[in-house]
């Protein structure tokens, strides 16, 4: 069984920056996509950015493209979500997932949350404005 620990949230200002973790333990790390979802008071969970098993495809979405970069430590079994520029609307749980158990990949395929088997179990993020 996989597991999954995020950390790093916690409150900022307006157009600043924080930096997420996602410890993974019990899997095989680099056989896993990897992606980060957010769930904001009142609304549906929704995709934030994905990343694939070598790290060489990387998929966001339009609200963080230029903002949020997404990156994976193979070594440490850890992914990361750089976030700059943090604007209120950024205010949300965050989520690190993993595991498609397919080798197939796609901008739309790896941004589908029903495609990833574990979740970890969220890590604050509050930008006041």
């Known amino acids: 069984q996989v597991q999954l620990v995020e950390s790093g949230g916690g409150l900022v200002q307006a157009g600043g920056s924080l930096r997420l973790s996602c410890a993974a333990s019990?899997?095989?790390?680099?056989?896993?996509?990897m992606a980060w979802f957010r769930q904001a008071p009142g609304k549906e969970r929704e995709f934030v950015a994905a990343?694939?098993?070598?790290?060489?495809?990387?998929f966001y979405a339009e609200s963080v493209k230029g903002r949020f970069t997404m990156s994976r430590d193979n070594a440490n079994n850890t992914v990361y979500l750089q976030m700059n520029s943090l604007k209120p609307e950024d205010t949300a749980v965050y989520y690190c997932?993993?595991?498609?158990?397919?080798?197939?990949?796609?901008?739309?395929?790896?941004?589908?949350?029903?495609?990833?088997?574990?979740w970890g179990q969220g890590t604050q993020v509050t930008v006041s404005s």
């Open positions: 997932a993993a595991d498609t158990s397919s080798s197939y990949y796609s901008s739309s395929f790896n941004a589908q949350a029903r495609n990833y088997r574990y």
């Open positions: 019990g899997g095989t790390f680099s056989r896993y996509d």
């Open positions: 990343i694939t098993k070598s790290g060489g495809n990387k």
